[in-house]
């Protein structure tokens, strides 16, 4: 499997701390660090666990039937705001206990829930499982390289890092899988031109477009500014 070397990154690495989670105190809140909504289809589960775990003593377990773009199973931050020029990088750790080939499957986004169908920006792992972002409803998607492309890896903890520059005409996307960058990139990042902001954060099964069910145990959210 053909592995890229680490690249420098090209946006700076934000540092302002503005939402974290661990899973380990009462996770949904509408304190400052809690999650205050989530989306659970039916036949989806959300639990919190010390099954399996990145950081601490517990973490969140996620069970996602496959449903098209439709089957999602996810906690969310609302109330954040993510506008124009404002880079934003969020962190957190991932599991997915299963075998590879689990893709098309999306794992976080940053939406803007004032507009019909929360247009935003997503993380997801495509058909080979390799991660790629996508600006929702616009055709827009930042893909890595065929012949170099890195399988997020199943049965194992892989810590994800995702900077973006958001930007409606001249954005910008890093990734870094275990801390080798695997997109660094051009991508439009914001819906339209104007007062676009991206308030709601959601990690877990944003969407399962794949095909089966995935278990899949999430820890250690943090998202800066
Ligand atoms: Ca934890």
């Given amino acids: 499997m053909p592995v890229p070397s680490p690249l420098a990154l090209t946006l700076p690495t934000p540092t302002n ?52 773009g439709a089957s999602k199973a996810e906690v969310q931050r609302t109330g ?18 299963g075998d590879p080939g689990f893709g098309p499957f999306f794992l976080a986004d940053l939406e803007d829930t004032s507009y019909s169908l929360s247009p935003g920006v997503r993380v997801f792992a495509q058909t080979d499982d390799s991660l790629a972002v996508e600006l929702k409803g616009y055709g827009a998607r930042l893909e890595q390289p065929y012949g170099s492309r890195v399988p997020l890896p199943t049965r194992q903890w892989v810590d994800l890092a995702w900077t973006f520059l958001p930007d409606a005409s001249a954005g910008w996307v890093t ?15 914001l819906p339209s031109v104007g007062d676009q902001v991206l ?17 899949m145990f999430v820890d250690r959210v943090q998202l800066f500014q």
């Fill in 17 to 68: 701390l503005v939402f974290s989670n661990g899973f380990e105190g009462q996770v949904l809140s509408p304190g400052p660090t809690g999650w205050n909504d989530y989306h659970l289809d039916p036949g989806n589960r959300l639990v919190v666990t010390a099954y399996r775990v990145r950081e601490g003593t517990r973490a969140l377990g996620v069970y996602c039937l496959p449903g098209g």
């Fill in 80 to 97: 954040l705001h993510v506008g124009q020029g404002q880079v934003t990088r969020l962190e957190w750790s991932l599991y997915v206990d």
């Fill in 175 to 189: 990734l870094e899988q275990n801390g080798v960058v695997v997109l660094d990139g051009a991508l439009r990042t």
């Fill in 199 to 215: 308030d709601r954060l959601g990690v877990g099964c944003t969407a399962n477009s794949g095909p089966r069910a995935v278990t």
